[in-house]
């Protein structure tokens, strides 16, 4: 995580409406120090926490709970890793060890997330959980390789999840489907450049900033959401309702001549 990253944006934007905030990363990744910056700016306590690993996630929520004095109004899942693209592996050579682990990371981790907050009643009523998502769910897009079926597990788990949740205690749960976005995690999939220019030309809007995912996640917090629930929502400038786009037309046509 660094000031780039969609989740640090989040954190800011919350903060700025008045917010109180955990912020958790793994440990490996706290050791970068990057994280100690934004905890500065939002004087907001650090909770490592492996997201793969249960007794993490129950500290992450006992400390979250005591740090707010009660219960907890939202949570961002903002988390995503792949083996298998990290180790340069076409989608039809996967290592299937490796593609565990990404679905865990990437997907079932959601599942962690809520049933701990679940089994410690440790979400407000109307509490809201918004996780990250890619249109790679719906659509192939070659290169974004094993993590299309991680985002489409993820979604999954935030609509059966957000079932539940809904019925027990009025919790929502929603994925929010980004454009692509200059961070860490998204520089890693090949071809990215060519593909963040694709994405530009295709929305109407031009590809949504991670400023603007931040605003949105903080709306989807807020209570002027809250009938919104087992949603995946697109936050993409109109790529996904688009066919095809007029400068892609056009620069087709000057490539041919
Ligand atoms: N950047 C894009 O183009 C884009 C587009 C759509 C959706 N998203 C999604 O947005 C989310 C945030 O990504 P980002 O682009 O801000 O990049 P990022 O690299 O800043 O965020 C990913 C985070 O996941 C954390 N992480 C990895 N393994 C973990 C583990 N075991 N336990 C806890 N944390 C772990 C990393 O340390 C990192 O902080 C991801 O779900 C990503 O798939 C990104």
Redesign the pocket.
């Known amino acids: 995580?660094?000031e780039?990253?969609?989740?640090?944006k989040t954190a800011l934007q919350c903060h700025a409406q008045g917010a109180q905030i955990v912020l958790?990363?793994?440990p490996v990744?706290l050791r970068m120090g990057e994280i100690n910056k934004l905890s500065e700016l939002i004087q907001a306590p650090v909770v490592g926490?492996?997201?793969?690993n249960m007794d993490d996630l129950k500290k992450l929520f006992e400390e979250s709970q005591k740090h707010f004095n009660g219960g907890i109004d939202f949570i961002l899942?903002?988390?995503?890793?792949s083996l298998n693209v990290r180790k340069g592996k076409h989608y039809t050579e996967m290592n299937y060890e490796w593609n565990q682990k990404t679905l865990d990371?990437?997907a079932t981790?959601l599942h962690r997330v809520l049933k701990t907050a679940w089994d410690m009643d440790a979400l407000n009523e109307w509490g809201s959980v918004v996780?990250?998502?890619?249109i790679a769910a719906q659509r192939v897009f070659p290169d974004y390789n094993e993590?299309a079926d991680a985002?489409a597990l993820l979604e999954s788990i935030a609509r059966s999840f957000g079932y539940n949740y809904g019925l027990k205690k009025k919790v929502r749960v929603n994925t929010i489907?980004?454009?692509?976005?200059?961070?860490?995690?998204?520089s890693g999939?090949k071809g990215f450049d060519a593909f963040i220019d694709y994405a530009e030309k295709m929305s109407p809007l031009g590809n949504a900033t991670?400023e603007d995912c931040a605003n949105y996640c903080a709306f989807m917090f807020s209570d002027m959401s809250r009938y919104i629930t087992m949603q995946n929502l697109f936050h993409d400038g109109g790529f996904s309702f688009t066919g095809v786009s007029t400068a892609i037309v056009e620069s087709i046509e000057k490539a041919n001549g």
């Open positions: 995580m660094d780039k990253s969609i989740a640090w958790s990363n793994a990744a926490a492996d997201v793969t899942h903002s988390i995503g890793m990371i990437s981790s996780a990250l998502t890619y993590m985002k489907s980004q454009s692509p976005t200059r961070t860490t995690a998204g999939v991670a």
